[in-house]
């Protein structure tokens, strides 16, 4: 096997980073689905790839957020609005509504992108159901949940915990 081609065997695959956004209230088992539905989209292995829940720092308590980072056994990492709307460029399809009523133009896609970087690439659009959005970005980085930007950690301590927080 020549070196090129040794290189791309030993390369692993990019991490994923899923974004999610959801009224509040929203059933967990709603949220989970539509995570699931994502995934299954993203391709084969895409759960074992997914390290981060991503989403809008006033979400960071939702009950439907805190499940699905237990359920994927993932940690949770939320963002002030104005970081979501520095990725508006980025998104595949801002929204004014979703801006009205929360200070940027994309949740799922937003979150995901900026915890995935600069060099991160969506590869499942926003995708929605009754009162939920997800999608699936690409990070080319090292993915980490340690820290919310704007926004409380609570929800990525309990969900690395285990709800122990």
Do not use: W
């Amino acid at each position: 096997m020549n070196d090129a081609a040794q290189e791309v065997v030993d390369k692993p695959a990019p991490a994923l980073v899923l974004g999610l956004g959801c009224e509040r209230g929203t059933p967990p088992s709603e949220v989970i689905a539509l995570a699931e539905e994502v995934l299954d989209a993203a391709g084969r292995g895409a759960s074992e790839r997914l390290r981060l829940i991503a989403s809008l720092d006033t979400r960071s308590d939702e009950p439907a957020m805190i499940a699905a980072a237990r359920h994927f056994s993932v940690p949770l990492r939320t963002f002030a609005a104005a970081r979501l709307e520095a990725e508006t460029p980025r998104l595949s399809e801002p929204s004014d509504i979703v801006f009205r009523h929360t200070g940027c133009h994309g949740v799922a896609e937003g979150a995901a992108l900026a915890a995935a970087g600069p060099d991160g690439r969506l590869v499942v659009t926003k995708r929605r159901s009754a009162h939920a959005t997800a999608a699936i970005v690409e990070s080319f980085q090292a993915v980490v949940g340690a820290f919310s930007q704007g926004g409380s950690a609570r929800s990525e301590i309990e969900s690395s915990l285990g709800g122990a927080a």
